[in-house]
């Protein structure tokens, strides 16, 4: 068997085992930790002149945790922001000022109980990926729809990096035991987002685009 057709094989049953397993899964309860929102970002963007916003400005951390059946996790959101430049031709009446930031996240989390930095991304063997996925899911959305309620931004991508086991560092993020898994629960899942979205496939990570014109 071809190595290519072998891929084919893992990721049809990966996407099978999405739809049985994640159908319906339910999230665990999670909460906002630490002093950081959505809201304190727009007001930290809005003060600061367009000027002095570099390429990709690096926003404070907003973090939220939550309890799974048997540990404890940590979801991490950094954002970064990014000046929007336009011009007024004025070659039409129709034409509508638009949004002056675009904002990307980067979407993390790990197990909090963990002994150790190098151990804090582990794939667990708990029996509860599905639901924890489903719950990192439930913040992402919340935050993008927080973020999506203020028209001077928009919410361009939001980045998400497997962590790469021992023996996967050769692989793509696509061939990953864990890249295979989020690759596949992401496209599900991606359609809860108000707009249009494409998934970009990279070598360390997968990029949810925002297509929906400003």
Do not use: C
Request: no cysteine.
């Amino acid at each position: 068997m071809k190595k290519s057709e072998l891929r084919q094989i893992i990721r049809e049953e990966v996407a099978r085992t999405v739809n049985e397993i994640g159908e319906g899964v339910s999230s665990f309860p999670f909460k906002q930790t630490g002093s950081v929102s959505v809201k304190q970002w727009i007001s930290y963007i809005s003060s600061i002149p367009k000027r002095d916003i570099r390429p990709r400005t690096e926003l404070p951390v907003i973090r939220y945790e939550f309890k799974g059946d048997k540990t404890e996790y940590v979801v991490r959101i950094v954002g970064y922001v990014t000046a929007n430049t336009y011009i007024n031709w004025g070659s039409s009446s129709n034409w509508k000022k638009p949004h002056d930031f675009d904002i990307k996240i980067n979407v993390s989390f790990y197990n909090k109980l963990a002994g150790s930095d190098s151990d804090k991304e582990k794939l667990t063997n708990y029996g509860e990926q599905f639901k924890v996925m489903s719950t990192v899911t439930d913040i992402v959305d919340e935050v993008a729809k927080d973020i999506m309620k203020y028209k001077e931004v928009k919410l361009a991508e939001i980045l998400v990096f497997p962590k790469l086991e021992s023996d996967e560092t050769d692989k793509s993020a696509e061939e990953t035991k864990r890249g295979r898994l989020y690759l596949a629960y992401i496209q599900k899942q991606m359609n809860r987002l108000p707009g249009k979205w494409i998934v970009a496939k990279y070598k360390d990570s997968f990029s949810i685009l925002n297509k929906t014109a400003s």
